[in-house]
């Protein structure tokens, strides 16, 4: 299987990983020894912030009044489109059991985790979805107490329609403060806060470090590198809408990676030479990140076919996955490896980033070859139950006798023993490992 790279990336997402471990594990340290003190004096450190760290609703309210009517429309709209799909999704998991045989039932349940902690970054971009993303799930899912957590920016706060969002999405708690002293707030239930047990939401490296160390003390969504996304193109891929799409993604940050699988080299190379000048359009800010991004990290791979295309798709696993090809149901079915998909011309990423409903939480680095994004479904234990007669309990209590035995376990082949003797006393088993 042949791949003509026109653009090789000269880095990866790996290339720059810088040595923050030691830097957050220390942070994390302190603040678990030091608590509320410990945290603030990060906070005023690292956000410059010395306002409240919770809101009061007094805050809240003020904030809401300083978002415009119809920026809360859309707001409004992207939380009903989120919550809708999350609720279509929680009627997927339901209790259930059965009678595994007769007089033993088995099932399971679906119960939410109790504490949720939103994370919804603030630094270079107010990620007003992120807040919608997060908080609406965990409250569809049914979490009971939910803390959303955001960083404030020097003598401002946290951006109003970022708190406007997370208000409206069902947030119970609204915190201002960033970075790892955010996630260490909310892991140990400082204050006043009860202890997260999932922590969710995109963050910067320091943020996704201090989430990979606290996994395992505390649930999370996914430990996350630099957002990407792939595009599948044929013949009928319009250049330029491709071109935007690539520059549109590109913008998250200077090591985000963009690729472009096509079977059709001509398309490949107008696309190469539109993606410039459509960053050169951009403000500065996204510009800069944008042609860092398409520098270093994007590549541009012509395929012989479609089925080569979707094989070199599977092997990037992308986060976000567009297909701009005929056929779409062909596609729909042949692909396997992604965050979430995009069919057609007609759908961008950028719908799904902000308000279509399907979530933006999504697997980077190629970790959508084996989970999907957040959904509702992450914040809910699916725990198993049993309970049988007697009778019920009979054989399968002389089968777990003797496998115990035939694996060396000899205490747990005598918890079977125990109850055989007792409900059956009359009766002879034959419970030796080579019985």
């Not at 859309?74 to 998991?93: C, G, L, P, W, Y």
């Amino acid at each position: 299987m042949s791949r003509e790279y026109l653009k090789k990336a000269t880095l990866t997402s790996k290339s720059d990983a810088s040595e923050v471990h030691a830097t957050v594990q220390g942070i994390l340290s302190d603040i678990e020894a030091g608590g509320d003190a410990k945290a603030l004096e990060y906070a005023a450190k690292f956000d410059q912030y010395d306002g409240n760290t919770l809101l009061t609703q007094q805050e809240i309210d003020a904030a809401c009044e300083q978002v415009p009517d119809k920026l809360k429309a859309d707001i409004q709209f992207a939380h009903d489109n989120v919550r809708r799909f999350a609720e279509m999704q929680k009627s997927t998991v339901a209790d259930v059991e059965m009678e595994i045989l007769p007089g033993f039932v088995a099932g399971q349940k679906a119960i939410p985790v109790d504490a949720a902690g939103c994370y919804a970054p603030g630094g270079r971009y107010s990620h007003i979805a992120s807040a919608i993303m997060t908080v609406t799930t965990a409250k569809v899912a049914g979490c009971r107490h939910i803390t959303a957590c955001s960083p404030p920016r020097p003598g401002v706060g946290i951006a109003p329609a970022i708190v406007y969002a997370a208000h409206i999405c069902g947030a119970d708690k609204i915190m201002a403060m960033g970075g790892v002293q955010g996630v260490a707030a909310m892991t140990y239930g400082l204050f006043g806060l009860p202890k997260a047990n999932i922590l969710v939401g995109p963050g910067n490296q320091f943020v996704a470090e201090a989430k990979r160390i606290l996994f395992g003390k505390v649930g999370i969504d996914m430990i996350a590198g630099p957002t990407d996304s792939l595009i599948l193109a044929d013949h009928t891929a319009d250049a330029h809408i491709v071109a935007t799409d690539l520059v549109s993604q590109a913008e998250h940050g200077y090591n985000s990676p963009v690729w472009l699988v096509t079977d059709q080299r001509d398309l490949a190379e107008k696309v190469m030479d539109l993606v410039p000048g459509l960053i050169e359009d951009l403000p500065e800010l996204n510009r800069d990140n944008a042609f860092a991004a398409w520098r270093d990290y994007a590549e541009v791979i012509v395929c012989a076919d479609r089925e080569e295309m979707a094989a070199c798709s599977d092997d990037y696993a992308p986060e976000h996955l567009t297909v701009q090809a005929e056929d779409l149901d062909w596609w729909l079915n042949r692909l396997t490896c992604y965050g979430s998909l995009f069919l057609g011309e007609e759908t961008t990423v950028s719908y799904g980033d902000k308000a279509t409903g399907t979530n933006h939480v999504l697997p980077t680095s190629g970790a959508a070859s084996y989970t999907g994004g957040l959904s509702v479904h992450k914040y809910m234990k699916i725990v198993t139950w049993q309970r049988a007669t007697r009778e019920g309990s009979k054989s399968v209590a002389e089968a777990t006798a003797r496998i115990s035995r035939l694996e060396g376990m000899e205490g747990h082949a005598r918890a079977a023993d125990v109850r055989l003797a007792k409900y059956f006393p009359r009766e002879n088993f034959d419970l030796s490992a080579d019985g």
